[in-house]
């Protein structure tokens, strides 16, 4: 099974500054790496999926990067609706497996 | 509109069994992968198993296999996780989501359920 280790676990930003969260696969999972956020009481919701493309309806505030075994999700200028815990999810073996999450908080 | 809508939260005892379901609309439910996760509190998701709907070709997480049991019902639209004897260990929130692309299963999730928490207490 393939590991996915988010980092950090927290993350404390000040509004209107830049977020970035990290994730990274035990083994290559290729460009297959999606990434949801989840708000309190709520289902995961997905943000983006092919790694650097295939974005969703979202806002363009977030991007997304990398492949192989590291990936960067990136919240260009923080509001407090980003406020949530973040997951990668790799697809490329089965079976899929998300990351611990990342909790971004406003500073 | 693509919708997914879970049965309500249930309450149950140690050696209990339980079959929720997840009931999908706005789309060819025939022709999508489901899938069942469990998020346990503070925790990450964790895929338990996916169903093909169409032939019912189910596949199990190896951590999950044994341990429950995944069926769908595509005249109507709707897919069941179900526990024969449940334990307290199983206390969590279970989703469902689909899963778009190819027959292989090997894809994100797209739309999820609203989710059911199972409590397991005696």
């Known amino acids: 099974e393939v590991v996915m280790t988010q980092s950090p676990a927290t993350l404390s930003v000040s509004p209107g500054e830049r977020a970035t969260l990290s994730c990274r696969a035990s083994q290559s999972v290729s460009s297959n790496l999606a990434w949801y956020r989840q708000k309190p009481g709520q289902a995961p919701r997905l943000l983006m999926h092919g790694a650097p493309t295939g974005a969703t309806d979202i806002s363009a505030r977030f991007s997304a990067s990398g492949s192989g075994t590291e990936f960067t999700l990136t919240i260009s200028s923080l509001q407090s609706e980003d406020c949530a815990v973040y997951y990668c999810l790799q697809y490329n073996n089965w079976p899929q497996t998300f990351g611990q999450g990342t909790k971004v908080e406003i500073k | 509109e693509v919708q997914l809508v879970q049965s309500g939260a249930e309450v149950k005892k140690p050696g209990e069994s339980l079959k929720i379901s997840c009931k999908g609309s706005g789309y060819s439910f025939s022709s999508y992968w489901i899938g069942w996760v469990r998020q346990m509190p503070g925790k990450g998701p964790e895929l338990m198993g996916i169903i093909y709907p169409s032939d019912s070709d189910t596949r199990y997480s190896p951590s999950f296999q044994g341990q429950v049991s995944i069926s769908a019902d595509k005249s109507i639209t709707t897919a069941y996780l179900q526990w024969s004897s449940l334990k307290a260990s199983d206390t969590a929130m279970y989703y469902c989501?689909?899963?778009?692309?190819?027959?292989?299963?090997?894809?994100?999730?797209?739309?999820w359920g609203q989710g059911t928490q199972v409590t397991v207490s005696s």
């Open positions: 989501a689909r899963i778009p692309g190819g027959r292989d299963g090997h894809n994100y999730c797209d739309y």
